[in-house]
């Protein structure tokens, strides 16, 4: 549970104790991803904590004109993300729930599965595993049915 005051966001266990908090300067919400592991929801720049309220991962904010963080089927993150010198399109990133880069530089995830994802990188798009291994491609200019 989490609630605000004193310009902090607090996490709170199941007996109303204080588990962490973060500063609410800016803060939307707190994320449970894991027994360890919350996504601070920070209007378009997360980060993300440990339970003792520790950052883990935080992007380098300065490189991005947005990003975000949030959690996927199947046990991972997504890490969404438009450069500040490319505006053209969000790059996608895989994360582990440790916050482990898995996967990087995604154009577009059609959809997930429990072992791949459906991708677009580059000129190339298919399946791919949670470890970056194409499992099927084709070029991108092709049909799906071609």
Wanted: net charge negative.
């Amino acid at each position: 549970m989490t609630c605000f005051g004193n310009g902090r966001v607090y996490l709170l266990d199941g007996e109303g104790r204080e588990r962490f908090s973060v500063p609410n300067n800016s803060t939307f919400s707190l994320e449970c991803v894991s027994d360890d592991r919350f996504i601070v929801h920070n209007h378009g720049k997360d980060y993300m904590v440990d339970g003792k309220g520790n950052v883990v991962l935080e992007k380098e904010s300065e490189k991005y004109a947005y990003h975000d963080i949030y959690p996927i089927p199947f046990g991972n993150m997504l890490h969404e993300c438009y450069r500040l010198e490319n505006f053209k399109g969000p790059l996608h990133t895989i994360l582990s729930l440790d916050g482990e880069v898995l996967i990087e530089g995604l154009a577009q995830i059609y959809a997930y599965g429990e072992t791949c994802l459906y991708v677009r990188t580059g000129y190339s798009a298919g399946l791919m595993d949670y470890h970056g291994n194409w499992i099927w491609k084709r070029s991108a200019f092709r049909k799906l049915m071609d």
